[in-house]
């Protein structure tokens, strides 16, 4: 049997990066931008519109003043908007580290922020 072909020499370094899930979500909007990420209903948004809309609510948080170590709760139904705040909370980065944390049922832990579904505002 011969050597098979592409495998590393002894000593070789390997390397890899852990993707994340913003990370994911980066490298699918740059890989693939106008393929369907989200169909709800009737809407359909691509790699690049859910993109966008992650990175506009992560620059609102973060103007916000939301910091490493805040929670953001999130009170809305399974829609477009609660996928974006799973993507969008953790994408917030102050000096360079993300740090943040969604807690989508606001049931027992405390969190800074809050976003409600329009519905459930009275």
Request: aromatic share 8%; glycine share 10%.
């Amino acid at each position: 049997m011969g050597e098979r072909e592409g495998a590393l020499n002894v000593g070789e370094k390997v390397y890899r990066s852990e993707l994340t899930p913003v990370d994911f979500l980066r490298r699918s909007a740059y890989m693939f931008p106008d393929k369907t990420a989200v169909v709800y209903g009737d809407r359909r948004y691509s790699y690049r519109d859910l993109e966008e809309r992650v990175n506009r609510l992560a620059s609102r948080l973060r103007d916000a003043g939301l910091e490493k170590g805040d929670r953001v709760a999130f009170l809305c139904p399974n829609t477009p908007p609660m996928l974006e705040g799973h993507f969008g909370v953790p994408a917030v980065r102050t000096g360079g580290r993300s740090g943040r944390l969604l807690v989508s049922s606001c049931c027992e832990l405390a969190a800074r922020l809050m976003l409600c579904h329009q519905r459930w505002v009275r």
